[in-house]
């Protein structure tokens, strides 16, 4: 790995930018960063940001297992539980579809001259992560724990090699994908 | 370089390009791309000017110190590249609402901005109670097949499609 580049404090700020404004580059050019394009991807009528996200997630998994394969990189699993994902999941959506951005996309959304995005989801998202900052001490040992598991992967609930998953996941995302385009959606 | 100024592109040279990046973000930053914990932090600064030190003791800011981070630079640069690309497509404009939403709703500022701010507030808390958003959780998250993402980023669409569909009386 690239422990020499990685322990460059000063570097890595650069390189978080510069890794931004790609990405930033490729969500206004994919179109996500509209509120049209994501709500038509919630009301089901436009399939432009499941196309987008399930060709990042093929690419990257394949490229990200490989070079973990090779040692180039450690992968960074979220640790998780029930009551993080599925409660904090379903919130997040009611969210979602009501400010028709994602923290990501409302950043693209605030550079492309969106100010729904900008005076309104921005000042909402910053107040909402603080409410969240002030009530942690209390959720944090019990609901954020039910049904906690960890730094799990699927491999490991399978018991298989990732190898089996990369490829079953990629088919299957593929054949999605594919369905999506036969039904012209 | 006609390519730079197109609106659009195939959703799949995006979805490619995003994937490709994500490679170079574990490779030279050993990180993986996300964007929720930047808001966490900004929140912790302006938190901060208001009532000093003590914040810093928060527990969630134990965790998530309120300082400029790798993801926190991130997320300027994701501003300025979308703006690159709005400008050099010619799409860059101030907009207050969105034609979606006006086609239904009609043209009152306000209530948009009220809806904006609304959603802004749950879907904020409902990232860092899930940890992570729909970059962190529905794209990195997932191409490490991690368990907590992938039943975070199913949760994350199935609520905001019934949620959608409410908003828009599709369902009652």
Known sequence: MLSNVHSKKRLQLFLGLIIGIVFGFFLQKGGVTKYDIILGQLLLTDFTVLKIMLSAVITGMIGIHLLKYLGLVQLHIKPGSIGTSLIGGIIFGIGFATLGYCPGTLSGAIGQGSLDALYGGLVGILIGTGVFAAIYPRIEKTLLQIGSFGELTIPDVLRVNPWMVVAMVSIVLIALLFVVEKLGL | ?172
């Open chain 2, 1 to 172: 370089m006609e390519w730079l100024m197109m609106k659009q592109w195939s959703p799949y040279i995006v979805g490619i390009g995003i994937g490709i990046l994500s490679w170079f973000s574990f490779l030279i930053s050993d990180k993986p791309i996300g964007c929720s914990t930047a808001f966490t932090r900004t929140s912790g600064m302006i938190e901060r000017l208001f009532s000093g030190k003590r914040v810093l003791e928060k527990n969630y800011y134990v965790r998530f110190p309120p300082i400029v981070d790798w993801e926190w630079m991130l997320v300027v640069g994701v501003i300025i590249g979308s703006f690159i690309s709005a400008k050099l497509s010619g799409q860059f404009h101030m907009q207050w609402i969105p034609d979606t939403w006006s086609s239904t709703f009609g043209s009152a500022l306000i209530t948009r901005w009220l809806i904006a701010l609304f959603g802004g507030v749950i879907i904020g808390f409902g990232a860092r109670w899930a940890g992570g958003c729909t970059s962190g959780h529905g794209i990195s998250g997932t191409l490490q097949l991690a368990v907590s993402s992938w039943l975070a980023v199913i949760c994350f669409f199935v609520s905001g499609i019934i949620t959608a569909m409410v908003i828009y009386k599709i369902i009652p």
